[in-house]
C-alpha cells in the first residue's frame, strides 16, 4: 500500500481498473438518460446552437448505444485510444447536454471533462512521443476533478463570502427541502423522520454545524493541491470522501457525478480492494505454509 | 512549443477547465458548481398528485424532485419571472406549473398515466420567528395525452 502511494507512476492495473470502473458509470449514466429524454425542451450548452426542436428517435438512440459500447470496449483494451477518447468525449457531451437541456442538472461535467482530458494527454502523446502518458492520462483527470471542487469554494466564497459559514444556520430549510425531495421521488415517509431528526441535531450543536462547514469550505478550496502528486491525490480524496459522507448524512444530498470521478481517480477503491485482497492472500499462504511446517515436526 | 507544455503539463487542465469556466460559466462541460454556494431562508419543493389529491411518486414520471426544483428556476428564468420568498403571485405559478408539467409530459408520452389528470403542486417552506412553516399551494393540472 505505501508503495504503491510513494511511487508517483500509475501501474497498468491501476490504469485498467479506473477505466473499467469509470465506464461502468458512464455506461450506467448513458443509459439513464437516452431511457429518460427525447426532446430538449429547456436548450443548454451545445443544444442551444441547434437551431429549431431537437427529437432524438429510438433508432437513433440505438445507433448511440452501440457506438458507445464499441467505444467503451476500445477504451478498456487500449485500441484505438485517441479515437475512441474523442469519440467518448462528443458522445458525453452530447448526452449530459441533453440532461442540462430537460433542466436535470446533476452536474456530470467531470465525467466529459475527465474523457476530454484523457483525450488531451493521448494528443499530446500523438505529436511528442515521449510524453509520459501513463502518468497524465490520469493526473489530467485528477487535475479536472480537483478544479473543479476550488471552483465550488469560490463560487461560495463568491455569493455568500464568509457568512457561508455563519448562514450555515439556516440550514434546517435546506435540509428540509432535499428530504422532502426524496419523499416525493419515492413516496418514503422515512425521508421526513430523518429530517426532523437532523434538524433537531443542527439545532442542538450550531457550533459544531459552523465548524463542519468551515472545514468544508477550506477542504474544497485546496482540493487544487491533490495535482502534486499521488499521495496528495490519495489523502485529499478521503478528506473529500468524509466531505461527501457528512453532505449525505445531514442533507440527504449525494452527487453521483462528482464524487464518484472523485473516488475513481484520487483513491481507485477497486484496486485498493485488490492489494487487499493479495495481501490477505499472501498472509494466508504463509500463515497455512508455517502451520505446515510445524506439523511436519 | 513542446518545452511549454512539458513545463506545464501538471497544472494546464486545471488552469484551462477555471479560464474555461469563468468565459461560459454553466455550460456542459464547464460548471461553476454554484448550487449550495448559499444557505436561502427558504425552499421549495414540487410534488404531483393525482384526481383523488394522491401523491404520485416523481420517479413514475420519469423525474425527480431535484429535476423538478431545477426546471422550476430555468422557467423562471427564461421567462423572467421573479422568484423566490414566496412571492410569485397565483397567475405566475399557474403559468410555471403548465411549462413544468408541459416538459415533463413530452418525455413520458409512452408511460402508464396516459389519459390521467396530473397536478402540480408546490410547498414553500420558511421560518415564522424560530419554526419551519410550510405553505401548499396547487399551480397547474392537466390530462397526459
Known amino acids: 500500500m505505501n508503495s504503491f502511494l510513494k511511487n508517483n507512476s500509475y501501474s497498468k492495473l491501476e490504469w485498467t481498473l479506473m477505466k473499467s470502473s469509470f465506464s461502468l458509470i458512464w455506461l450506467l449514466s448513458f443509459l439513464l438518460i437516452i431511457s429518460r429524454y427525447n426532446y430538449a425542451p429547456t436548450p443548454e450548452s451545445i443544444f442551444k446552437l441547434l437551431p429549431g426542436g431537437f427529437y432524438l428517435c429510438f433508432n437513433a438512440k440505438i445507433f448511440l448505444l452501440i457506438t458507445n459500447l464499441l467505444l467503451i470496449y476500445f477504451y478498456i483494451i487500449e485500441k484505438h485510444i485517441w479515437w475512441s477518447l474523442m469519440g467518448l468525449s462528443l458522445i458525453s457531451l452530447f448526452a449530459f447536454s441533453l440532461e442540462d437541456s430537460n433542466s436535470d442538472f446533476n452536474r456530470n461535467t467531470m465525467i466529459t471533462g475527465v474523457f476530454f482530458a484523457q483525450f488531451i494527454a493521448y494528443s499530446i502523446k500523438k505529436k511528442y512521443i515521449d510524453f509520459d502518458v501513463d502518468k497524465y492520462r490520469i493526473q489530467f483527470s485528477v487535475q479536472l476533478i480537483s478544479i473543479s471542487y476550488t471552483i465550488s469554494a469560490i463560487a461560495k466564497l463568491n455569493t455568500s463570502g464568509l457568512k457561508w ?63 502534486i502528486n499521488k499521495k496528495y491525490a490519495f489523502v485529499y480524496g478521503l478528506l473529500l470522501v468524509f466531505m461527501h459522507i457528512g453532505f449525505y448524512l445531514v442533507l440527504d444530498v449525494a452527487i453521483a457525478g462528482t464524487y464518484i470521478p472523485m473516488l475513481i481517480f484520487m483513491i481507485n477503491p477497486v484496486f485498493i480492494f485488490w492489494i487487499i485482497l493479495k495481501a490477505l492472500k499472501n498472509y494466508l499462504i504463509t500463515a497455512l505454509g508455517s502451520n505446515g511446517k510445524a506439523n511436519t515436526f | ?132 412553516k410550510c405553505k401548499k399551494q396547487e399551480m397547474y393540472e392537466t390530462i397526459f395525452k
Open chain 1, 165 to 227: 459559514i455563519t448562514d450555515g444556520l439556516l440550514m434546517p430549510l435546506q435540509i428540509m427541502k432535499t428530504n422532502y425531495f426524496g419523499f416525493v421521488n419515492d413516496g418514503n415517509l422515512e425521508h421526513i423522520t430523518n429530517a426532523n431528526h437532523i434538524i433537531n441535531l443542527v439545532d442542538k450543536y450550531s457550533l459544531g454545524v459552523m465548524f463542519v462547514l468551515a472545514f468544508t469550505l477550506i477542504i474544497e478550496l485546496f482540493a487544487v493541491i491533490s495535482i
Open chain 2, 1 to 132: 512549443m513542446k518545452k511549454v507544455i512539458y513545463k506545464s503539463s501538471g497544472f494546464i487542465i486545471a488552469l484551462t477547465y477555471f479560464i474555461g469556466v469563468m468565459i461560459f460559466g454553466e455550460a456542459h462541460p464547464f460548471c461553476k458548481f454554484s448550487m449550495y454556494s448559499s444557505f436561502a431562508d427558504y425552499s421549495y419543493v414540487f410534488y404531483f398528485t393525482d384526481n383523488e389529491n394522491k401523491m404520485i411518486k416523481c420517479t413514475d414520471l420519469n423525474t425527480t424532485g431535484t429535476n423538478l426544483a431545477h426546471m422550476y428556476t430555468t422557467i423562471c428564468e427564461k421567462n423572467d419571472f421573479k422568484h423566490g420568498h414566496g412571492m410569485e403571485s397565483d397567475s405566475v405559478l399557474h403559468e410555471i406549473g403548465k411549462q413544468m408539467l408541459n416538459i415533463i409530459r413530452i418525455n413520458n408520452l409512452k408511460l402508464t398515466h396516459n389519459n390521467k389528470k396530473v397536478k402540480i403542486n408546490r410547498m414553500y417552506f420558511y421560518y415564522e420567528g424560530k419554526d419551519i
